[in-house]
């Protein structure tokens, strides 16, 4: 059938996919097992067709996913939710600090941070004081091991002599790293 978009805050419109590889159909295809009518949360850049049954042109995917709070999903003033598995982790960054916990008995880690650091393609945070905790943002496709959600940005955190590797998601309130 036919794609639809529901904006968060309007009716829907007629989705036509220009991403490469048809990468939003794809996804749509595998994230809701080809359930017809299951919605499906997605990111993406695109147009605004004009002219009489004018829609939505998709040209890049940035997110999609079906087990999330979607547009409801609560950044506050998180510049970056990410998370990852096995173990079970999640990081969030402010403008100020990050916080990394850890399903499983491994204590939260909080340190301040001085601000992102750009190293090429990657932005970079780093532990001002206390333990050595570090997150390595880059924008290359990452698909989340259990859930199959798709994300822009993949992570790499190391925290007392421990790594971890998963998804991250930019709080699209903010301006773009």
């Known amino acids: 059938g036919k794609v639809q978009f529901s904006p968060w805050d309007g009716a829907p419109l007629p989705l036509e996919d220009r991403s490469p590889g048809q990468e939003l159909t794809r ?28 829609g939505i042109s998709a040209l890049e995917v940035r ?6 709070a979607g547009c409801r999903e609560r950044f506050d003033q998180r510049e970056w939710i990410g998370s990852g598995n ?20 491994v204590a939260p880690v909080r340190a301040p941070h001085a ?17 050595e905790f570090t997150a390595l943002i880059d924008e290359r496709r990452c698909v989340d ?21 998963g998804c991250i998601a930019h709080n699209p309130a903010m301006p773009a790293p």
């Open 27 to 54: 996804s749509l295809r595998e994230l809701t097992g080809a359930q017809e009518g299951r919605p499906m949360f997605v990111e993406f850049f695109g147009g605004r067709d004009t002219g009489r049954g004018a």
């Open 63 to 68: 997110r999609a996913a079906v087990e999330t």
């Open 86 to 105: 096995e173990p079970s982790w999640r990081l969030e960054i402010t403008s100020r600090d990050m916080l990394l916990n850890v399903l499983g008995g």
């Open 115 to 131: 601000g992102p650091l750009r190293q090429g393609g990657t932005v970079a945070y780093a532990a001002t004081e206390g333990t």
């Open 145 to 165: 091991s259990m859930s199959g959600s798709l994300f822009a940005y993949s992570v790499e955190i190391r925290s007392e002599g421990r790594s971890y590797a």
